[in-house]
């Protein structure tokens, strides 16, 4: 110690590098760093060899006993302090390892008095036997027990085993209690104590239960999760064997606690801290991702089958949450049965997905047959039989899809292009599938890119305009903005983007930008030519918003634009929406100028009294009426009466897709005040306006 003192000195002493080479110093160093290891070293190894020579030198040794303390400890800390998952399955091992830790040191004081039999309290003794004799039994419920019956469908089926093991567990008190009431467990002969019925009596209860669930695991295995049957197929054996063993060195050695210890600490790393699934016995999304980005990365073959239940029937009756994991457990169970090559994986309670490592046309073709039997199948179920229905997708390797959030955004728009009932379906996706949704998933990305930039210039939307005729003036008086979208050097039509804008609250964005352009395009043209307004079509979505009243006003009042230049087209379906927005919204934008035009009229189901009662100033009849009107005569009987009451509450009328004589013709005669199609002017860039409006 002096010498490091020294040492220490000398090396902040700056001198000491003129009086001490530097490999003095090392020297130094060296030594007193060895004599400081040496000697903690040294003094560890004592106390080990101390504790190991104190256990050996008991009778009986206990160093397993103290062995699997520290690990159930260990354990249980862990499982305390790293943010668990408070699942059913967490709260019986967090019970069983408590229960251990305690069992444990119940095992070591029963052996601790039995070495000091001058100490000996029958009572006391008596007490600690029946604590761990109690403890013992809650353990062993605990253990093979809940495993067993881990799935729904065990429960039904296999509801005897409840009522044996209610049998076993009062058995297991009467015989434990009778032997510590008529003081059975042990002999004292006033100078020692002998054991040998307390380990008669418990290990043969051990024994009895790992046989049990071995047995039960023979009948269901089938209905078992492939995890829980491996499970159980390797606990249960080697707890019997362990337990054997304990009988036969029961005098020399004691490790009973290896039997309930381990199953608790695999069922942890199975079940808890490993993402299984307990009820359905697949791994979950997360594993899933591991095993698809592998099979990208390393170009294996694959085929996906993704499954979304989307109905459970019982008798025509509904029965959600306990159908749900039934069916989800009993199918994925006999999924997995179908091929070794097929790995189940649940992503929520009503989907899964189904991994095949294999490419093999014809294979996977019988594996996909045989998947699409097994879910249409009727499942035996309370005395009934429980039907789910389901969507079945089938995908195989793909360039277009790589990465986890393109395949569930590709399922989404898979499933929705399905039909929208409730029959079973299964869809082998086709290239062109995987085409089409490239091109959706980079409209979406670049949607939500605009929404986020939020730039009233953005390149990226462009704006056209449709002249609208007057048939009063014989010349075009307005004109109604449509949208495109510019990606890639294509123009992208409204038929791809608007409804997936409208989802992803997007179309606001769009509407913004779109005003903005519109304003500026009046302002070229207000001072040379003469035109009354530029419609633009508002969603649904938009119209229940509160703040849309502010936000359209202040892009208006940027551009310096009167409210009057500009008329909003909504659908019938805005009318549905919510009413107290929506007209509270109109209402303020009426005040301010601006004008309202029922868009699509004849395509919706709102009545007429209700479109009547809100402020729009013109009805923009859908071209099917038309079409429909001039082939069918009842059609046309109806448009006049239309006609007529509208005229007469004093709406302006106009009709769309004007494409021929004929629907001009119509349309003139039955009253029409304006016209919107393609005989008179197809939709033109927003510019290109001016060449259809008359100057002042
Ligand atoms: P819409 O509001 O009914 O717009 C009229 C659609 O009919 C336009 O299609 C137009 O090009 C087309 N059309 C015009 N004349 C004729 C004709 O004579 N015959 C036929 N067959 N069609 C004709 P477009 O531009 O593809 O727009 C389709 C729909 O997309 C619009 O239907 C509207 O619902 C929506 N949309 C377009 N632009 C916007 C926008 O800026 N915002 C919102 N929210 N929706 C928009
Ligand atoms: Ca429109
Ligand atoms: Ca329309």
């Given amino acids: 110690m002096r010498r490091i003192v020294k040492l220490t000195v000398y090396s902040i002493d700056k001198n000491c590098i003129n009086r001490y080479s530097k490999e003095k110093v090392l020297k130094y160093a060296y030594i007193s760093c060895g004599y400081i290891i040496n000697k903690t070293f040294r003094k560890t190894m004592y106390s080990i060899a101390k504790l190991v020579e104190v256990i050996m030198n008991y009778d009986v040794n206990i160093i397993t006993e103290y062995v699997f303390l520290v690990i159930a400890i260990l354990i249980l800390t862990a499982m305390i302090y790293t943010k668990p998952r408070r699942t059913r399955i967490y709260h019986i091992d967090c019970a069983g390892m408590v229960m251990s830790v305690l069992q444990i040191v119940l095992s070591i004081t029963i052996i601790g008095i039995t070495r000091e039999p001058e100490e000996f309290d029958s009572i006391l003794f008596n007490i600690i036997?029946?604590?761990?004799?109690?403890?013992?039994?809650?353990?062993?419920?605990?253990?093979?027990?809940?495993?067993?019956?881990?799935?729904?469908?065990?429960?039904?089926?296999?509801?005897?085993?409840?009522?044996?093991?209610?049998?076993?567990?009062?058995?297991?008190?009467?015989?434990?209690?009778?032997?510590?009431?008529?003081?059975?467990?042990?002999?004292?002969?006033?100078?020692?104590?002998?054991?040998?019925?307390?380990?008669?009596?418990?290990?043969?209860?051990?024994?009895?239960?790992?046989?049990?669930?071995?047995?039960?695991?023979?009948?269901?295995?089938?209905?078992?999760?492939?995890?829980?049957?491996?499970?159980?197929?390797?606990?249960?054996?080697?707890?019997?064997?362990?337990?054997?063993?304990?009988?036969?060195?029961?005098?020399?050695?004691?490790?009973?606690?290896?039997?309930?210890?381990?199953?608790?600490?695999?069922?942890?790393?199975?079940?808890?801290?490993?993402?299984?699934?307990?009820?359905?016995?697949?791994?979950?999304?997360?594993?899933?991702?591991?095993?698809?980005?592998?099979?990208?990365?390393?170009?294996?073959?694959?085929?996906?089958?993704?499954?979304?239940?989307?109905?459970?029937?019982?008798?025509g009756e509904i029965d959600f949450y306990n159908q749900r994991k039934y069916a989800l457990s009993t199918k994925s169970r006999q999924i997995e049965h179908v091929s070794i090559k097929m790995h189940n994986y649940i992503i929520s309670d009503k989907e899964f997905i189904v991994f095949i490592k294999s490419g093999e046309k014809d294979k996977v073709q019988g594996y996909v047959e045989q998947v699409y039997n097994i879910l249409a199948e009727g499942l035996p179920y309370k005395n009934s039989v429980l039907h789910t229905d389901f969507k079945m997708l089938v995908m195989e390797n793909t360039p277009y899809v790589n990465n986890m959030h393109m395949l569930k955004v590709f399922y989404d728009y898979m499933i929705k292009k399905m039909h929208n009932n409730y029959e079973n379906e299964k869809y082998v996706c086709k290239d062109k599938d995987y085409e089409q949704f490239k091109e959706e998933y980079a409209i979406e990305n670049m949607l939500v890119d605009i929404r986020n930039k939020m730039d009233l210039e953005d390149e990226r939307v462009i704006c056209y305009a449709q002249p609208i005729y007057s048939i009063s003036t014989g010349t075009f008086r307005t004109a109604e903005a449509l949208m495109r979208l510019k990606m890639d050097g294509r123009i992208i039509y409204p038929d791809k983007f608007i409804e997936l804008a409208e989802h992803n609250g997007c179309i606001h964005a769009?509407?913004?930008?779109?005003?903005?352009?519109?304003?500026?395009?009046?302002?070229?043209?207000?001072?040379?030519?003469?035109?009354?307004?530029?419609?633009?079509?508002?969603?649904?979505?938009?119209?229940?918003?509160?703040?849309?009243?502010?936000?359209?006003?202040?892009?208006?009042?940027?551009?310096?634009?009167?409210?009057?230049?500009?008329?909003?087209?909504?659908?019938?379906?805005?009318?549905?929406?919510?009413?107290?927005?929506?007209?509270?919204?109109?209402?303020?934008?009426?005040?301010?100028?601006?004008?309202?035009?029922?868009?699509?009229?004849?395509?919706?189901?709102?009545?007429?009294?209700?479109?009547?009662?809100?402020?729009?100033?013109?009805?923009?009849?859908?071209?099917?009426?038309?079409?429909?009107?001039?082939?069918?005569?009842?059609?046309?009987?109806?448009?006049?009466?239309?006609?007529?009451?509208?005229?007469?509450?004093?709406?302006?009328?106009?009709?769309?897709?004007?494409?021929?004589?004929?629907?001009?013709?119509?349309?003139?005669?039955?009253?029409?005040?304006?016209?919107?199609?393609?005989?008179?002017?197809?939709?033109?860039?927003?510019?290109?306006?001016?060449?259809?409006?008359?100057?002042?």
């Fill in 129 to 315: 036997c029946a604590l761990f004799m109690f403890n013992y039994l809650i353990i062993l419920n605990l253990i093979f027990n809940y495993v067993l019956l881990l799935s729904p469908e065990l429960k039904i089926k296999f509801r005897y085993i409840m009522i044996t093991e209610l049998i076993y567990d009062l058995g297991y008190c009467i015989y434990m209690g009778y032997g510590i009431l008529a003081g059975k467990m042990y002999a004292y002969d006033g100078t020692s104590i002998i054991l040998t019925d307390y380990f008669y009596s418990y290990l043969i209860f051990g024994i009895l239960d790992s046989l049990y669930s071995w047995s039960t695991w023979i009948i269901g295995r089938r209905n078992m999760s492939r995890i829980v049957k491996i499970g159980v197929a390797i606990l249960s054996p080697l707890d019997t064997i362990l337990l054997m063993l304990q009988w036969y060195v029961r005098e020399t050695c004691v490790f009973s606690s290896a039997t309930y210890v381990f199953p608790f600490v695999i069922f942890y790393i199975l079940f808890h801290s490993n993402p299984y699934n307990e009820i359905a016995g697949c791994q979950n999304e997360y594993s899933f991702e591991t095993r698809f980005l592998d099979a990208i990365y390393l170009h294996k073959k694959y085929t996906i089958i993704y499954v979304k239940m989307t109905q459970f029937r019982v008798d």
């Fill in 510 to 696: 769009l509407t913004c930008i779109i005003l903005n352009k519109v304003c500026k395009e009046i302002n070229e043209l207000a001072n040379t030519y003469d035109f009354d307004a530029i419609t633009i079509n508002c969603s649904t979505v938009e119209m229940e918003d509160e703040n849309l009243y502010t936000e359209l006003m202040k892009i208006l009042n940027d551009n310096k634009v009167a409210s009057s230049k500009i008329r909003l087209e909504l659908t019938e379906s805005t009318m549905s929406g919510n009413y107290e927005i929506v007209s509270e919204n109109m209402r303020k934008l009426n005040q301010a100028g601006v004008k309202f035009y029922l868009d699509d009229f004849g395509t919706g189901y709102s009545n007429l009294e209700r479109i009547v009662s809100f402020p729009f100033m013109t009805i923009k009849f859908d071209k099917s009426i038309l079409y429909r009107a001039i082939s069918d005569s009842t059609m046309n009987d109806l448009v006049d009466g239309i006609v007529s009451i509208f005229k007469k509450k004093g709406f302006v009328l106009l009709v769309e897709g004007v494409e021929n004589e004929e629907h001009s013709k119509y349309s003139i005669d039955h009253g029409f005040d304006y016209i919107q199609g393609y005989k008179y002017a197809k939709p033109v860039q927003l510019e290109k306006l001016s060449e259809y409006f008359s100057k002042k």
